[in-house]
C-alpha cells in the first residue's frame, strides 16, 4: 500500500490491527529515542497480546528513558518498538506525580471544547509549536497484566495521551499543525531531514510538504 493510502486509511481500524510476535517485543536496553524522520516513526504498531516480564522490563526501561531525556510521556515506536504501548507522567520525574502505563489504548470519546498548547516531541529534539487537541479524551486500554480499563483524561495528561497515541496511529504532531504553524518549523524540520540523510546515507523518506497534504485526512475521531 502506498503511504498516502497508508495515511488515508489511518492505521485505525481494529482489524487492521495485528497481533505482536514474541520477536516483536525483543530489545536490548538501553533504550535510544528514534528522531524524524525515521519511518519507523511511521510504521505500523502491533496489538500486545503477551503480558510477561519482558513487557514489564520494557516499560521500566521506556520510563528510564523518557526521564533521561526530560519527556513526560513516551510511546514504544519512539524507540524502535512498533507495538501499541505507551507510558507517561505529567510531573516528568522519577518519585513524582502518577506513572500511567497504557497497552493497546483507544479513544471512545473526544471533547468538543478544543485548546492549543505548545507541544514538543522527543523525536524532534528541540522543536516546539502549536498543536491544537480536544480537551479531554475518555479512553479504554489494558494495563500491564493486560486487564481492560475505562477512564476520562483532561488538561495535561489528556494532551500526552493524544501525542502518544498520535504516535502509536503513525501520526506526528506536525502532521495536526496549521500550515502557517508548520512553516514557523520547517527549517528545523528540514535540518533534522539533513541529519538523518546524512546519518543513514538514504534519502529522507517523507517531504515536509507531502506531509501536509496528508495532515488533511488525518482527522480527529477516529479509533
Ligand atoms: C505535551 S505532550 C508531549 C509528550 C512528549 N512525548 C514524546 O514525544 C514529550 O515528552 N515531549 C517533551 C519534549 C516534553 O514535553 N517535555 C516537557 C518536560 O521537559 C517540556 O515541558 O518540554
Ligand atoms: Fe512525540
Known amino acids: 500500500m502506498s503511504t498516502v493510502a497508508q495515511a488515508k486509511r489511518g492505521f485505525s481500524s481494529r482489524e487492521d490491527e495485528r497481533a505482536a510476535s514474541p520477536d516483536d517485543l525483543l530489545f536490548e536496553p538501553p533504550l535510544r529515542i528514534v528522531e524524524y524522520p525515521d519511518p519507523i516513526l511511521r510504521a505500523r504498531n502491533k496489538r500486545i497480546e503477551t503480558f510477561d516480564e519482558n513487557l514489564k522490563k520494557l516499560v521500566s526501561e521506556m520510563f528510564d528513558v523518557m526521564y533521561k531525556t526530560e ?131 538514504l534519502r529522507s523518506p517523507e517531504k515536509i510538504e507531502m506531509r501536509r497534504r496528508m495532515r488533511a485526512v488525518a482527522g480527529f475521531g477516529k479509533s
Open 71 to 201: 519527556g513526560i510521556g513516551l510511546s514504544a515506536p519512539q524507540v524502535g518498538m512498533n507495538v501499541r504501548l505507551m507510558v507517561f507522567n505529567p510531573a516528568g520525574e522519577r518519585g513524582e506525580g502518577e506513572e500511567i502505563v497504557l497497552i493497546n489504548p483507544s479513544v471512545y470519546k473526544y471533547s468538543k471544547k478544543m485548546i492549543l498548547f505548545d507541544e514538543g516531541c522527543l523525536s524532534f529534539p528541540g522543536i516546539y509549536a502549536d498543536v491544537e487537541r480536544p480537551d479531554s479524551v475518555q479512553i479504554e486500554a489494558q494495563d500491564i497484566m493486560g486487564a481492560n480499563f475505562k477512564f476520562d483524561l483532561s488538561g495535561l495528561p489528556a494532551r500526552i495521551f493524544q501525542h502518544e497515541f498520535d504516535h502509536l496511529q503513525g501520526t506526528l504532531f506536525f502532521d495536526r499543525m496549521t500550515e502557517e504553524v508548520v512553516n514557523s518549523i520547517r527549517t528545523e524540520l528540514k535540518a533534522l531531514e539533513k541529519k538523518y540523510e546524512d546519518r543513514t546515507g
